[in-house]
């Protein structure tokens, strides 16, 4: 079973940016989607962005322009990098990988928090 470590969240300002990255513990299949989950206090979990094994990516309307998700398939690594960040963007975020078998393993989550 893979393990997904989660790193790069804490306190930002309103307009400023953040990297979070996602490092599995071992080798993830090409055909493998990487992605981030995010959830706020009171809602709903919400998907972010997704990457899959061709570099197809995908965001959800409220981050597009905004945020850019990568991956590094040497490293087994999954890159969120938002910029211009807003108040409304606070949440914890989650790492996924959901395997071409359907199974979706998930990260512990980081805190991001914008806030002036």
């Known amino acids: 079973q893979v393990q997904l470590v989660e790193s790069g969240g804490g306190l930002v300002q309103p307009g400023g940016s953040l990297r979070l990255s996602c490092a599995a513990s071992r080798s993830v299949s090409s055909g493998s989607i990487m992605g981030w989950y995010r959830q706020a206090p009171g809602k709903q979990r919400e998907l972010v962005a997704f990457?899959?094994?061709?570099?197809?990516?995908s965001y959800t309307d409220a981050v597009k322009g905004r945020f850019t998700i990568s991956r590094d398939n040497a490293k087994n690594t999954v890159y969120l990098q938002m910029n211009t960040l807003k108040p409304e963007d606070t949440a914890v975020y989650l790492c996924y990988v959901r395997s071409f078998l359907g199974t979706t393993t998930w990260g512990q989550g980081t805190q991001v928090t914008v806030s002036s």
């Open positions: 990457i899959a094994g061709n570099d197809i990516t």
